[in-house]
Every structure is written in C-alpha cells, then in structure tokens.
C-alpha cells in the first residue's frame, strides 16, 4: 500500500452574486474554508466553500444570494407606473405620463448614500466610468501595460471594488484597492531524480501551475503540484524524491514504534494499542520497493468482554451482547 501525501484545492470558486472576503492565497490545505459575502441588492449572508479530501471545493452557487425585494412604487399623479414581472432586486419599472402632460425631473442624488472617489494604486488605475459614485455602484481596477499592451504588472488583491455603507449614511468602499507589482516569473523548477510531467512551459508567470512526478523507484514527499506565487517562488516549497517509504498511518487507539519524516528499504514499524484494545492485522509492516509498505496498516479494535453469565436471583441483568469495553451493564430486580 502506498501512502500519498495530503491533497489540495486551487482555484477558489467564482461568484457573480458574492464577493470573496477572507483569502487571497492560490493553493489551500484540506479542510481550509472561504468566506464570501453577498453583493449589495442581495440578501445580506456568508456563503462557506470547504476545501474537501478529494481535492474539490464543497458546492456553492449563485443561487445560495437572494435577492432583495424593493417597496412597491408610489403612484405617479397624471401618470402610470408599469411593471415587468417580480419587484426584486434588478428588475425595472417604467414610469409615464398621461396624454397631455410631460415628466418634470428633479434631483434625488442628495437622498443617496455617496462615496468617495476610488483610492488611486500605483502603476495601474480605475476604469472611470461615471463622476459620482453611490450605494451598490462596482469599480473595476486594472495595471498599466506597455507601449505596445504587453503585461508589465501583476494585479494581486480584488479586482472589484463595490460602494457600501455600514450605517446607511456615509458611503464606504468594501475593501482596500488591489496592488499593482512587478510582474512575477518562477524559475523552471528543478528536483533531483525527478521531472516536470505538466504541459505549462516557461515563462512561469503568477499562479501557473506545474505538476511534478520522481523517477521511477523513487517516491515523492511533499505536494507534486506547485504554483508560482507573488514573490517568485514557488508554493508549496518544491518537493523532494527519494528511495524509501513515506511515513505510515498512524492508527486511532494505538501508536507506532518509529516516527521519522521517510523511511528507508528495510525499515520496520511496529504497532500496539492502548489497554482495552486488540491489533486486527499484523503487528509490523515493512518498507520494501519501490516505496511501499510490505502490509496495509492494522487496526485497533475494541476488545469484548464476553457475556454475563452469573445469573441474578431475583432479578436480571440488562447489557448488549456481547458487552465491549466501556458498555454500561444495568442489574434490575424482580417486582416485590
């Protein structure tokens, strides 16, 4: 039985209705969690993706943000207010005037919840759309390229700014701006007794992605998938190739002999189990090639403690059968 090391997510799921709030990291551990916030006009609440043991992210989906419902509109004097379909957020009405009258416009911008203009970012911009900016408006950010549109920047943070209030009164941006910095490239990754089976081939720009595998009778520790981060590097750290074992399972309710980072041919791991408990399998495994364990890893199974057979005078006695260890047995007498 071969033991792989622990697997990984990438790519955090993309919402149009919600906003990722607490990560900006391309590569996640078993179990991580994201949190994404609902985009104003939608029901305020945090979607959780998981990151789950078959290297996927736990289902979530546009459909997870309802929408909010406007009020009904007022009625409109010497006119008509039409409706298409539901009043939720997003929909439209349409507002005229009866024969003989004409719209008179007046300003309501005073009643809106306005913010600021967009914070400036070095070596990139806002695309400026509008002068004034209120409640539930989206700005876009993008990095200066070259003379002729070549990519200088790496952008790294959210792209997309959105204008919130966190008291309905003064508007407020919901995150700081995006960065614009020096354009990333990791350098071909290199392992000893080991080569690059992806098809990403260089230059190696922010978040590629290259897979790893070892020659063969030699067996990897650490992640075999590793992505080019901001700082030039790759993450995880490069893996390694060697001629042994990785470690064994540790087992629940019992313990192992050895506890090393890789094992070579020939080392044995021996197994026992806490009082109360029996091996199922067998008590040793060994590492044998090409990088394996000789026995798949044994159990500890709760032992039994064999039935009550002294009998109660008057009464009887009340356990499952048989009784395991830590089995409640209750002794109840006869009526009278």
Known sequence: ????????????????????????????????????????????????AICLESSSWSSVNDDMCKRKTCPTPADLLNGRVQTTGSSQFGSTITYSCNEGYVFILFSILSAAIRCDLPPTIPNGRYRKTQEYFYYGMVVSYECNTGPRGEKLYDLVGQKTLYCTSEDNKVGIWNSPPPQCITLAKCQTPVIAHGRIVSFTRPPYLLNDAVELECDPGFTMKG????????????????????????????????????????????????YDCEPGYFLSGSNFIKCIEPGKWNFETPKCEVKSCGQFLDPLPNGQVKSPSPPQLGTKVVFVCNEG
């Open 1 to 48: 039985m071969l033991f792989r090391s622990s697997g990984q997510c990438y790519s955090p799921p993309k919402l149009n209705t919600a906003i990722l709030k607490n990560s900006s990291k391309s590569v996640f551990d078993i179990g991580d969690t994201l949190i994404y916030e609902c985009l104003p006009g939608y029901m305020k609440k945090k979607i959780i």
């Open 223 to 270: 992640s075999k998938i590793v992505r080019c981060q901001i700082n030039s590097q790759w993450e995880p750290a490069l893996p390694m190739c060697f001629r042994g074992c990785l470690p064994p399972m540790e087992i629940p309710h019992g313990k192992r002999s050895k506890t090393k980072d890789y094992f070579s041919f020939g080392d044995i791991v021996y």
